[in-house]
């Protein structure tokens, strides 16, 4: 059980184009899911906390109207990287939690290339 | 800033040694949780032990939390090459939000 999906699992894109990737809990409801990032060979980095229903909580440094993110349902979030750039280009994690838990259920990630 | 530090920053064995990360944070927590990441993957929840318990077993993991030096370890008994891969330690000090170590890097050598 407890198994997250995200999709696409790499995308290579111009800059200047939006990208939008998909997170979702396939066997449980998520009350909240969490967006990351990944430099390589470095930690996660918290970008955004999102609950259903409701919108996104940014952390400090992360633009909110560059990275669009929407939980409209208890199955589903999906993080929109507007106007992509090269520096964006990262390895992108979604998580995700359910009701009365306090493990993240991490996605395979997703793999943006910036041209 | 981030939270855990873990240690070593890369850590090589030779399979059926012991391999032992260790982490250390900076405030109050109410648990802490491993995690492992094959390269390009995403994460693998592997253990979470509260701020209330000292030590925490699953399978070959073993993991010690120490409030009062604000530490943990995670020790894997008898490694195989499987086990190669990055390991995080995630601190949770409000509602499921964690925050990330920069990991340890495991070779285990066959």
């Known amino acids: 059980g407890a198994v997250v999906s995200q999709h696409p699992s790499w995308v290579i894109c111009k800059s200047g184009t939006s990208v939008k990737i998909e997170c979702r809990s396939l066997d449980f409801q998520a009350t909240t899911m969490f967006w990351y990032r990944q430099f390589p060979k470095q930690s996660l980095m918290l970008m955004a906390t999102s609950n259903e229903g409701s919108k996104a909580t940014y952390e400090q440094g992360v633009e909110k109207d560059k990275f669009l993110i929407n939980h409209a349902s208890l199955t589903l979030s999906t993080l929109t990287v507007t106007s992509a750039h090269p520096e964006d280009s990262s390895f992108y994690i979604c998580s995700a939690v359910g009701q009365s838990t306090e493990t993240q259920y991490f996605g395979p990630g997703t793999r943006l290339l910036v041209l | 800033s981030q939270q855990g530090e873990e240690d070593p920053q890369a850590l090589s064995i030779q399979e059926g040694e012991n391999a032992t990360m260790n982490c250390s944070y900076k405030?109050?927590?109410?648990?802490l949780q491993w995690y492992r990441q094959n390269s390009g993957r995403g994460l693998v929840h592997l253990i979470l032990?509260?701020?209330?318990?000292r030590e925490k077993h699953s399978g070959r993991l073993r993991v010690t939390l120490d409030t009062s030096k604000k530490s943990s370890s995670l020790l894997i008994t008898a490694s195989r090459a499987a086990d190669t891969a990055s390991y995080f330690c995630?601190?949770?000090?409000?509602?499921?939000?964690?925050?990330f170590g920069k990991g340890t890097m495991l070779l285990v050598s066959p």
């Open positions: 405030t109050s927590i109410n648990n």
């Open positions: 032990i509260r701020s209330n318990e």
């Open positions: 995630a601190t949770g000090s409000g509602y499921s939000t964690l925050t």
